[in-house]
């Protein structure tokens, strides 16, 4: 009883002293980080889901012309903000032949940029969204709009962000990649290839925050919209969830509601997106998520049924989790 009681009280101390430290880097970089925080907003992330789900991109079936208009997007941007690829100068494609993806499908591409960190470069924080869906079936277009065209609005402005504090002498102290993975809907099957052929040794890959459908409210929130599901955040790391909690109660405010990271959920969404790949390497992980909804998987996720609002204040939080994992003193330790 003694030594138990004891052991007690050294974990609750312990926990005292990482929470305050982390208190500390926060207060440290608050205002640093929402000066770019405030540069992620509703209407940029509207003008690009208009785009990127549009029928124009005829639902980015894995391999398909949609989805390399897709891909050929993201990378015009990266080059319009002058944001590099960590593969080879002007290549940001990663190509993933067929027999790496599934019996018919067209070979396809993971999208990927990239900023140096100044301090620990060969450190690496991944964000990923996966850039595919479902393309076309009798004759309707599955625009994808939340599934996933809020990921990869959302990365696109966090990279930007972040560019932003580049130039201005704020980037980050690690590494960050920005990971577009295609075959989501297939099977995981780009973040599947990118683990099994990473740009930077998964070993100094310190995070994977990945975002899959973050735009739309579910009916379980329908009176409190500001929410949003954290999956995994626990499973490796204590650290890094405590982190979370403790950069969404000093900037975001957002309900972080833990239903589905229950080991017990019958949906098992921890097991279901692209950053399964990465935590089955010992990487830590967030997924973040909004649930299931009417149009989930149907040609009606539409653009138009979006909560740009909600959009923008998760893309915060993403952002705003990033940059502190990315600038405090030490790595995240793997602790479970
Ligand atoms: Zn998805």
Same mark, same amino acid.
Not at 164 to 172: L, Y
Not at 250 to 269: A, C, E, I, M, S
Not at 281 to 295: A, E, L, R, S
């Given at each position: 009883?003694?030594?138990?009681?004891?052991?007690?009280?050294?974990?609750? @101390?312990?926990?005292?002293? *990482?929470?305050?430290?982390?208190?500390?880097?926060?207060?440290?970089?608050?205002?640093?980080?929402?000066?770019?925080?405030?540069?992620?907003?509703?209407?940029?992330?509207?003008?690009?889901?208009?785009?990127?789900?549009?029928?124009?991109?005829?639902?980015?079936?894995?391999?398909?012309?949609?989805?390399?208009?897709?891909?050929?997007?993201?990378?015009?941007?990266?080059?319009?903000?002058?944001? $590099?690829?960590?593969?080879?100068?002007?290549?940001?494609?990663?190509?993933?032949?067929?027999?790496?993806?599934?019996?018919? @499908?067209? $070979?396809? !591409?993971?999208?990927?940029?990239?900023?140096?960190? *100044?301090?620990? $470069?060969?450190?690496?924080?991944?964000?990923?969204?996966?850039?595919?869906?479902?393309?076309?079936? =009798?004759?309707?277009?599955?625009?994808?709009? =939340?599934?996933?065209? *809020?990921?990869?609005?959302?990365?696109?402005?966090?990279?930007?962000?972040?560019?932003?504090?580049?130039?201005?002498?704020?980037?980050?102290?690690?590494?960050?990649?920005?990971?577009?993975?295609?075959?989501?809907?297939?099977?995981?099957?780009? *973040?599947?290839?990118?683990?099994?052929?990473?740009?930077?040794?998964?070993?100094?890959?310190?995070?994977?925050?990945?975002?899959?459908?973050?735009?739309?409210?579910?009916?379980?929130?329908?009176?409190?919209?500001?929410?949003?599901?954290?999956?995994?955040?626990?499973? @490796?790391?204590?650290?890094?969830?405590? @982190?979370?909690?403790?950069?969404?109660?000093?900037?975001?405010?957002?309900?972080? =509601?833990?239903?589905?990271?229950?080991?017990?959920?019958?949906?098992?969404?921890?097991?279901?997106?692209?950053?399964?790949?990465?935590?089955?390497?010992?990487?830590?992980?967030?997924?973040?998520?909004?649930?299931?909804?009417?149009?989930?998987?149907?040609?009606?996720?539409?653009?138009?049924?979006?909560?740009?609002?909600?959009?923008?204040?998760?893309?915060?939080?993403?952002?705003?989790?990033?940059?502190?994992?990315?600038?405090? !003193?030490?790595?995240?330790?793997?602790?479970?």
């Amino acid at each position: 009883m003694k030594t138990l009681l004891l052991i007690f009280s050294s974990i609750l @101390l312990i926990n005292c002293a *990482s929470n305050n430290h982390i208190n500390a880097t926060a207060e440290a970089t608050g205002e640093t980080a929402t000066k770019y925080a405030n540069t992620i907003t509703e209407a940029d992330l509207k003008e690009r889901l208009y785009v990127f789900a549009s029928d124009e991109f005829e639902g980015r079936n894995t391999g398909e012309p949609g989805q390399k208009k897709a891909a050929e997007y993201l990378k015009k941007f990266y080059v319009n903000h002058n944001i $590099p690829s960590p593969i080879s100068y002007g290549n940001y494609y990663q190509n993933i032949p067929t027999e790496n993806l599934k019996p018919n @499908l067209k $070979p396809s !591409e993971n999208v990927l940029a990239f900023i140096k960190g *100044s301090e620990k $470069p060969e450190e690496i924080i991944v964000i990923s969204a996966h850039l595919d869906h479902l393309g076309i079936t =009798d004759d309707e277009i599955y625009n994808g709009a =939340d599934d996933n065209g *809020s990921g990869n609005v959302a990365i696109l402005e966090i990279a930007e962000a972040f560019k932003k504090a580049v130039e201005n002498g704020k980037g980050p102290k690690r590494s960050i990649l920005f990971l577009h993975v295609t075959g989501e809907e297939k099977g995981l099957l780009g *973040s599947k290839y990118y683990v099994s052929h990473p740009i930077f040794p998964l070993k100094n890959t310190i995070v994977n925050l990945n975002i899959d459908m973050i735009g739309r409210v579910d009916d379980a929130h329908e009176k409190q919209p500001e929410f949003v599901y954290l999956i995994g955040s626990d499973k @490796l790391s204590s650290e890094l969830h405590l @982190l979370s909690e403790t950069i969404n109660d000093q900037f975001t405010n957002l309900h972080l =509601d833990y239903q589905y990271n229950d080991d017990d959920d019958p949906n098992r969404f921890y097991y279901r997106s692209d950053h399964y790949n990465f935590a089955k390497n010992n990487i830590p992980i967030i997924f973040y998520f909004n649930g299931t909804h009417q149009d989930y998987h149907e040609p009606s996720d539409t653009p138009d049924k979006i909560n740009y609002e909600v959009l923008q204040k998760r893309t915060q939080l993403i952002f705003y989790t990033a940059w502190e994992i990315a600038n405090r !003193e030490n790595r995240i330790a793997v602790d479970k």
